[in-house]
């Protein structure tokens, strides 16, 4: 019943008015508890309530620690894949691999000089070893023996005395150089006179290798050098030389250089056949010399 009812009816009696109270305070009751009672149903089934935030919590543990079969899944899902990078980082492999060693190069320097009131005059070819590192040490030792050879034509006392010389490369490799020189030394005699020598280096120390580093052993050394020299002059000069088998490695010959063949070993004009000869060399493969040879020397690599 409405009020505006309960207002157009004087006849109501107040028993009437108690009830119709107790009517509505039921109703508003009713409604509250049940409003109530959602309330409560809907926070229980909520994702956000008190429980469930405990159980993610104990969980979480659970999910660092997988199981053996569980670690990809865990770590795909847990660990997103970062970025990939412009310029990876390089492997300690590629990081400790040493670039490759260039093989030196030799160009030529000519030198021309004379003395002052012209009584000798000089002219020379002298290599120059570049591209490498120690070319500096190298060339030092080249231009010593180089100016030895004009400083001995200025004491000549021949007026004039003309020195020519060139060069010729034996052995250019990146670990070893050899180097031939061919010296011609006119002091107006009927011919002139032609003499030899020959340098070689280590390449990676620019060391002037002497002729006993190539041996282990001197003695054994000539042993097998003494035969093979004679052989090989004799066959060369067509008749016996003018030699004699050295006593020490120092006077097997005049000069030596290393060629790829063997052991090239040379003599000046006339020392060792006729003056019409011109210098001589020969060369002993490196196969005759295996056995002499010094396992740690220079000489180990050009071993067959």
């Known amino acids: 019943m409405g009020p505006e009812l309960y207002q157009k009816a004087p006849w109501h009696c107040k028993g009437e008015v108690a009830l119709m109270g107790t009517y509505r305070s039921l109703r508003s009751g009713l409604i509250v508890a049940a409003v109530l009672g959602a309330f409560s149903l809907v926070a229980a089934c909520s994702p956000g ?38 310029t990876p980082a390089p492997t300690a492999q590629a ?65 004039p005395s003309i020195l020519t010389g060139k060069y010729s490369v034996a052995l250019l490799s990146k670990t070893l150089i050899s180097i031939r020189f061919a010296v ?27 002729f006993s580093a190539l041996f282990g052993n001197a003695t054994s050394a000539l042993a097998v050098l003494n035969p093979q020299t004679l052989t090989l002059l004799t066959a060369l000069v067509g008749g016996a030389p003018s030699w004699s ?11 030596w250089t290393m060629t790829t063949v063997g052991l090239e070993l040379s ?31 220079p000489a180990a690599q050009l071993l067959p």
């Open 95 to 159: 990081a400790t691999l040493a670039p490759p060693a260039a093989v030196p190069t030799i160009t030529t320097h000519h030198i021309s000089t004379h003395a002052a009131n012209n009584s000798w005059k000089a002219e020379f070819d002298e290599p120059v070893v570049g591209g490498v590192s120690a070319a500096g040490t190298m060339n030092t030792a080249i231009d010593a023996k180089v100016q030895g050879w004009i400083t001995d034509i200025g004491k000549a006392g021949y007026n």
């Open 184 to 210: 011609s030394e006119d002091a107006g005699g009927a011919h002139p006179i032609n003499y030899v020598d020959g340098i070689s280096f280590t390449v990676s120390s620019g060391a002037t290798i002497q």
């Open 49 to 86: 309530g008190a429980t469930p935030s405990a159980t993610s919590a104990t969980a979480a543990p659970a999910t660092a620690t997988p199981s053996p079969s569980a670690t990809p899944a865990a770590t795909v899902s847990a660990t997103p894949t970062a970025a990939p990078t412009a």
């Open 245 to 255: 088998p050295a006593t020490s490695l120092t006077k097997v010959s005049t000069a």
């Open 267 to 297: 003599w000046n004009q006339g020392t060792v056949a006729d003056e019409a000869a011109g210098p001589v060399t020969i060369t002993i493969p490196w196969s005759a010399l295996a056995g002499v040879v010094s396992p740690s020397g």
